[in-house]
């Protein structure tokens, strides 16, 4: 049932949907796990469609957007000055960054001056939030590294980075493979670590245990998508797990949104 040519034949097919839009390597590994899991190849299929819509479609801009915002950074019509509104405007479009706004630099302002000087920076399944750089207090020579599996998000901010008074690229990847992730000052993991323990069992865990870097800006939603109910779970589940790793975390409590500044050691 998952033998190489049924793999590719059924990426294949998935690539003919609106997933044609994620990273390859991550529908190529959800896919090989439901095959190991489901008795046939259409179940198997829908699994990983499953999976995919509660990891991307979420989160996702339409294409049209992003050929829309990248034609806006490609043909001039934003200029340097303008790059932060136009930002902003973006961060509004989608829920989990659009929460962020009224804050916006109260969020940077807690959690960043203490670790200054921060000359480098990796941001793990960024999504948008790298468009907040304006807000964030960074110099122009520090280095910034985004990760995400949305192809046409990391065109965007790729092509943002080229105008961005900082040095950053944006690359596709499914974070849970074996990345030489660069050994840097700090890493965002936002809001992230609930999709990779979908993905995988304790797959945030071992995300941060492999990232190479001292100190990590990890956070959880407060409140559930849409429904607003409390999700008191992701706080109690991660002070376990830094106990256990004998880490280090600060708490800094925002109203949409629960940040934990982590010293690994």
């Known amino acids: 049932m998952d033998s190489p040519g049924s793999l590719e034949r059924l990426l ?3 690539g003919k949907s609106k997933y044609r839009d994620v990273e390859p390597g991550l529908i190529r590994g959800i896919l090989a ?24 479609d979420c989160f996702a801009a339409s294409p049209a957007n992003y050929r829309q915002w990248i034609a806006e950074l490609r043909e001039g019509q934003i200029n340097t000055e303008e790059l932060p509104s136009w930002a902003q405007g ?19 302002e807690q959690i960043l001056p203490p670790l200054q000087p921060v000359n480098s920076v990796i941001d793990v399944g960024c999504g948008l939030h790298p468009l907040g750089i304006a807000w964030m207090g960074l110099g122009a020579t520090t280095e910034y590294t985004a990760y995400d599996i949305d192809l046409p998000l990391i065109a965007l901010l790729n092509e943002f980075f080229a105008m961005a008074p900082i040095h950053g690229r944006a690359l596709a990847v499914n974070v849970l493979d074996d990345i ?6 700090v890493a965002f993991v936002l809001k992230l670590l609930p999709l990779l323990d979908q993905l995988e069992s304790k797959g945030g865990l071992r995300l ?25 779970i992701y706080e109690k589940n991660f002070a376990k797990l830094i106990d256990q790793e004998g880490w280090r975390a600060e708490k800094l409590e925002f109203s949409t949104e629960l940040v934990f500044r982590v010293r690994k050691s």
């Open 12 to 14: 294949q097919e998935i």
């Open 208 to 232: 941060l245990q492999k990232l190479p870097t001292p100190i990590l800006i990890v956070s959880f939603p407060r409140f559930s998508l849409g429904q607003r109910k409390p999700l008191t």
């Open 90 to 108: 973006l961060l509004a479009k989608h829920q989990s960054t659009r929460e962020r706004l009224p804050l916006l630099s109260e969020f940077y």
């Open 180 to 185: 030489a992730y660069p050994n840097v000052d």
């Open 33 to 56: 796990q439901q095959l190991q899991r489901y008795p046939s190849e259409k179940l198997a299929v829908k699994a990983t469609k499953r999976k995919l819509h509660a990891l991307w």
